[in-house]
């Protein structure tokens, strides 16, 4: 091999990395969030009663489901200000994510909800709880629970997704890498350092995920 | 006026006739069973009883309220009638104190200490002040009903629909639940029980309704129907089960 | 300037779009072919290839598809191969499949019942005998819903070949706009494409996947 990888060099660049880091950690933890209660609330509206709203929740999750997120992530940056809404990078960037992982979260609970047994929904009926109330007391922690490992992946897989955001100019890990091996010419190095950052969030993101399930879900398992 | 009163009701799954006028009275502190062949609609009769299911023709009145397809008429209702399921249907989630708690507190807006000194009293009533914390998914099939009866209990009903409530257990633990039936009886609580125990109907029910083809076909004090059945299906029935 | 007509955008986005169903086409096939070696390689039990396997899946689920395709773009240049971006998007979207597809099959062999398993061993079979006859035939069968389901994801991700400057369907997308400028029109009819090669995918692997639970 003729070239000699120089990662000292690197060196200078790791407020870059950092900040970048912290960029995409904060989007990370916003789109989750507001990704899961987007799914939660569609869920609920894929199991109404009302035609119209099922159509239109069904409808958003396999548009979503079925376009990939970078021109889902285009069409917000770009095409939504044509129709008069101004947008900054940061924000389409936490808008694209949250409607992302809103449409796979929608589905991933919508199952977990289906496998509740039809006799959950009637005890509850017959205790006098409203619909709502059942759903969200009786329905959702254990379909939750169910589904927990579909909805750690996915919240992975949407953080690692919001490299692409870096396409709108969204000041985050890879557009660091971007912007330093522009600077550096050390392409290779930037993006090996950027890819192992990615893969520890990943790593740490799972132990996250298996923390929060031992502490939330103390019931013998279903 | 009866407490549970049933006039001429009708109920189709489909093109299924499952319930062809069924007329059936029960007052206020009596212990119904009621017996059959599996697929005579027993179950449906039951749960046309609290609305889990809608009828056709005919009309239920349940504590003067009338039974009807109408979300906030069956949460009223849902006040006077309790049910307990055959296959427990407890809450995995919550611990045992949480099942008892939850309607009282969303439905009757007890006080959380409140709620908690009632579920308390019912645990300890069913033999379960120890479980308050435990998660029924700890616990045993007869100890889980026990939980499942002192749940519907706290919404303090006039009457209770039991539904098969111990073919899903042990036979060693039938008795344990049959204990807290026969207590809920001397306290003066209608039951109105779906069973296969002949021995309990027998000893315990006021009264047997035997339902065929769709219909009461026979009814009657207990000892009166175990000593001496009328019809012929009855008869066929009693020694099919003996 | 040129005039462009919708039909005229349309025209060049469809003609791009072939380029996203080559790409995915030879993702899957690449990524199909190798996966299957992984998971073959990985039935030997064989305590240091399911080490190094399980890193490389680790490795392509855990790094974004985007970087891959960076690393691979820049990094084959490293060691004095010049690329395209068509070659290093045809390796990375099949070096990205291949893992994803290892970890699909290896967990439909996973959820076999152990009674599968032991009543081969009481019946005398061998391992590869149990395999062959009666583990691969019932996995296959579990594993096309999830396959096809995947398929959605490749051609998804083809689109990020747009990056390293692939002109596929969302490259002509966003060089169409630059020449039209009418992002909401364009960006809508790319997606309306995606999901017109997308949806029925999606649709197929929601069957099979029904027929399958009907069938068991
Ligand atoms: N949800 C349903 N949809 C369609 N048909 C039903 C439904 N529930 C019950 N049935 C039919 O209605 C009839 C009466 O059922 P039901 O459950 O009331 O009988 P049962 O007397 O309780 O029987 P078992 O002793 O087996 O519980 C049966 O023929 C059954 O197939
Ligand atoms: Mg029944």
Redesign the interface.
């Known amino acids: 091999?003729?070239?000699q990888l120089d990662f000292p060099s690197l060196v200078p660049f790791l407020p870059q990395f950092a900040a970048g880091l912290w960029t995409t950690i904060e989007l990370t933890v916003i789109s989750t969030l507001g990704g899961l209660l987007l799914g939660t609330v569609c869920a609920q509206g894929r199991i109404s009663k009302d035609t119209w709203l099922r159509t239109i929740c069904s409808c958003y999750v396999?548009?979503i489901?079925?376009?990939?997120?970078?021109?889902?992530l285009?069409?917000i940056f770009?095409?939504?200000?044509?129709?008069g809404f101004k947008l900054s990078a940061w924000e389409a960037g936490v808008i694209a994510m949250v409607i992302n992982l809103g449409a796979y979260s929608t589905e991933i609970i919508r199952a977990g909800i289906d496998a509740a047994?039809k006799?959950?929904w009637?005890?509850g009926?017959?205790?006098?709880?409203?619909?709502r109330?059942v759903f969200w007391?009786?329905i959702l922690?254990?379909a939750y629970?169910r589904v927990y490992p579909a909805i750690a992946s996915q919240c992975?897989i949407v953080m690692?997704?919001?490299?692409?955001v870096?396409?709108i100019s969204v000041e985050e890990l890879?557009f660091s890498?971007n912007f330093i091996?522009s600077r550096t010419f050390l392409?290779?190095e930037s993006?090996?350092v950027?890819?192992l950052v990615?893969?520890l969030l990943?790593?740490l993101m799972r132990q996250a995920f298996a923390l929060v399930k031992r502490c939330t879900?103390?019931?013998?398992?279903? | 006026m009866s407490l549970v009163s049933l006039d001429k009701v009708h109920k189709y799954y489909g093109d299924n006739h499952v319930l062809k006028g069924v007329d059936l009275k029960i007052e206020a502190g009596e212990v119904v069973s009621i017996i059959g062949r599996s697929g005579s609609g027993k179950s449906t009769l039951l749960r046309c009883m609290n609305g889990l299911e809608q009828y056709q023709k005919g009309g239920v009145i349940v504590d003067n309220q009338s039974v009807e397809d109408d979300e906030y008429k069956l949460r009223l209702l849902s006040r006077s009638v309790g049910m307990v399921f055959q296959s427990f249907n407890l809450f995995p989630h919550m611990t045992v104190g949480q099942n008892v708690m939850l309607a009282t507190k969303l439905v009757l807006k007890k006080s959380p200490s409140e709620s908690k000194k009632l579920a308390e009293e019912l645990l300890e009533k069913v033999g379960l002040s120890d479980k308050f914390s435990a998660y029924p998914g700890n616990l045993s099939g007869g100890q889980q009903q026990r939980v499942a009866i002192a749940r519907s209990l706290a919404m303090s009903p006039k009457v209770l629909l039991c539904d098969e409530i111990t073919s899903a257990l042990d036979p060693e633990l039938v008795g344990e639940v049959l204990k807290v039936l026969e207590q809920l009886k001397a306290e003066g609580m209608t039951l109105i029980l779906v069973t296969h125990e002949m021995n309990f109907a027998r000893d315990v029910g006021d009264r047997v309704v035997f339902m065929n083809q769709g219909k009461v076909w026979e009814t009657g004090a207990s000892d009166e129907i175990f000593a001496n059945p009328q019809t012929e299906e009855l008869k066929s029935f009693l020694a099919a089960v003996r | 300037m040129m005039q462009f007509t919708d039909w005229d955008i349309l025209r060049n986005l469809l003609l791009a779009a072939r380029w996203t169903i080559l790409l995915s086409l030879l993702a899957f096939i690449g990524g199909g072919l190798f996966g299957l070696l992984l998971t073959i390689l990985r039935s030997m039990r064989n305590t240091l290839i399911t080490r190094l396997i399980q890193g490389y899946v680790e490795v392509f689920q855990g790094i974004p598809l985007l970087m891959q395709l960076f690393l691979t773009f820049f990094g084959f240049s490293l060691i004095g191969f010049e690329v395209d971006a068509w070659t290093a998007a045809v390796i990375s979207l099949t070096l990205f499949s291949s893992a994803f597809f290892h970890d699909i099959w290896r967990g439909c062999i996973e959820a076999l019942p152990k009674g599968q398993w032991e009543a081969c061993r009481t019946l005398g079979l061998s391992y590869l005998q149990t395999m062959r006859y009666v583990i691969v035939p019932q996995a296959m069968r579990m594993s096309i819903a999830p396959t096809v389901g995947f398929s959605v994801q490749i051609v998804k991700g083809t689109a990020l070949a747009s990056v390293i400057g692939f002109v596929e369907l969302t490259k002509a997308g966003t060089m169409i706009n630059n020449a039209v400028f009418q992002p909401f029109k364009v960006f809508a009819f790319v997606a309306l494409l995606y999901f017109l090669i997308c949806f029925p995918l999606s649709l197929l692997a929601r069957y099979l996947e029904k027929k399958n639970h009907v069938a068991r």
């Open positions: 091999m003729s070239y396999e548009v489901r079925n376009t990939p997120f970078i021109v889902q285009f069409f770009f095409g939504l200000p044509a129709l047994p006799g959950q009637e005890a009926q017959t205790l006098g709880l409203t619909r109330q007391h009786i922690p254990p629970q992975i690692l997704g919001s490299s692409v870096s396409q890879t890498a091996q392409s290779f993006y090996i950027a890819a990615y893969l990943a790593i879900f103390k019931n013998p398992s279903l």
